[in-house]
Structures are given as C-alpha cells and as structure tokens.
C-alpha cells in the first residue's frame, strides 16, 4: 500500500508561480510513473503532467511552456513547478503514482488532492 501526501497549494495571484510537492511513503517497490492530474469547477479531471523513474516527462495542452514537472527517486517525491498561472488553472490538484511489482502488476494510487486557487 503506498500513501501520496501532496503539499505546497493555495492561493496565487494571476501570473504568478506556485511549487507542489507529493511525498510517497508506505510498501513501495517502484513507482514507474508519478505525475499530476487537476480538476476544476465542472470540468473532468485532467493531465497536468507526468514524468517516469527514467526522466521522460508528459505535459498537458493548457500547461505546455510554462510548467516543469521532476522528481527525486531517493525520496519518492515528485514535484510540480508552474509559471504565469491563469484563472483557469485553479483547481484541485491530484498526485498520482504507479508502482509496479512485477511486469504484471501495477497499482494505481491517488492523494487526498490540493486545492490552487488563482485570484487576485
């Protein structure tokens, strides 16, 4: 069982930046994938960006040029870096992991979510 423990959400000014971080803990064997979904105000949840154990990153339409996703596999924790922030990014935003057990088993797991508020 692995927990995601996201961290760094709030309230940001148009235009500015904001810094997420999502900790895993708990019995992890490999996280393959670890990114970031995002849900706004009626809307279905979406990619933000994700990056694998290898370094080769996936990023959103709406967030391309001005978001950089890493992530520190000693620690477990992937991190979401984004600039120039608009209304419409304001959401809750979701870590997401996959660890892998074997080629034949992967889990899926999701955090409790942060909630980014873009506002001036």
């Known amino acids: 069982q692995v927990q995601l423990v996201e961290s760094g959400g709030g309230l940001v000014q148009p235009g500015g930046s904001l810094r997420l971080s999502c900790a895993a803990s708990?019995?992890?064997?490999?996280?393959?994938?670890m990114g970031w979904y995002r849900q706004g105000p009626g809307k279905q949840r979406e990619l933000v960006a994700s990056?694998?154990?290898?370094?080769?990153?996936n990023y959103g339409d709406s967030v391309k040029g001005r978001t950089t996703i890493s992530r520190d596999n000693a620690k477990n924790t992937v991190y979401l870096q984004m600039e120039n922030l608009k209304f419409d990014d304001t959401a809750v935003y979701y870590c997401?992991?996959?660890?892998?057990?074997?080629?034949?088993?992967?889990?899926?797991?999701w955090g409790q979510g942060t909630q980014v508020t873009v506002s001036s």
């Open positions: 708990g019995r992890i064997f490999s996280l393959s994938i």
């Open positions: 990056i694998t154990s290898g370094g080769v990153t």
């Open positions: 997401y992991a996959r660890d892998v057990v074997a080629s034949i088993s992967g889990y899926d797991y």
